[in-house]
């Protein structure tokens, strides 16, 4: 139970500085950790650099810190979702660090099992090479990609037990379990909070080892970025 706690705004405020590295977790707004960012928010700290797939949308997810000017660089590799965080890079309030999706998922992962580089192809001949070291292997063009980490990773399970043992649920597996590993401080908001020992250990995709801190956040509420359906059909209206 030491691991638990019941007030994120008070446990991340005891962590969080301006300037700090924060690595936030999910996918588009699916198993995104909605109440830690919130506490972030909440804490009032600035200039932090944000490592996360994207940054939600407008209103939601880390698009409420793009809207208090709490964020100062982004490490992503999607942002079509949110106005506010193309405006701010536009206008050059915003630094961006552009990845492409599978580079960021490998920096996160590098990073986490102490790898400082390592080389790929995505990207050699474009843009993303520049200004990187480039090595041939087999006679083809290999861009060399630094590991990411950070002062603190948020993170979004389905499951987890006292120790921090956690499991993801679908798409919110995306960028959560790397992420988990690769900060010196780990917060995991958890929608379902059992005993240690309740969890099949071949369950398990995050061990507790990597996670520090745990919040119990029943039945959160899931926003839908875009919602998509089809016309009615004659029958259906008949």
């Not at 061990?207 to 801190?213: E, S």
Request: charged share 25%.
């Amino acid at each position: 139970m030491r691991k638990i706690i019941t007030n994120a705004a008070e446990s991340l405020a005891e962590v969080l500085t301006d300037g700090m590295t924060i690595m936030s977790g999910g996918f588009g707004l699916c198993g995104i950790p909605a109440t830690l960012i919130e506490a972030v928010r909440l804490s009032g700290v600035r200039d932090l650099t944000v490592i996360s797939n994207n940054a939600g949308v407008d209103g939601a997810g880390l698009g409420t810190l793009l809207k208090t000017r709490q964020i100062r660089k982004m490490i992503s590799s999607y942002v079509g979702e949110n106005k506010l965080f193309a405006e701010q890079f536009l206008s050059g309030e915003l630094e961006l660090e552009f990845n492409p999706q599978g580079t960021l998922a490998e920096r996160i992962r590098a990073g986490g099992a102490g790898i400082a580089a390592f080389y790929t192809k995505t990207g050699a001949g474009t843009l993303i090479a520049e200004g990187k070291e480039v090595r041939q292997f087999n006679g083809e063009d290999y861009v060399m990609e630094t590991g990411l980490v950070a002062d603190i990773a948020l993170v979004h399970a389905w499951k987890g037990d006292t120790e921090g043992n956690l499991i993801y649920r679908k798409t919110a597996r995306n960028f959560n379990p790397m992420m988990a590993t690769a900060a010196k401080v780990t917060f995991a908001e958890v929608e379902h909070l059992v005993s240690t020992g309740e969890i099949d250990p071949d369950a398990i995709h995050t061990p507790g080892i990597f996670v520090q801190k745990i919040l119990h956040v029943p039945n959160p509420e899931k926003k839908i970025e875009q919602r998509t359906v089809r016309p009615k059909t004659k029958a259906e209206v008949a």
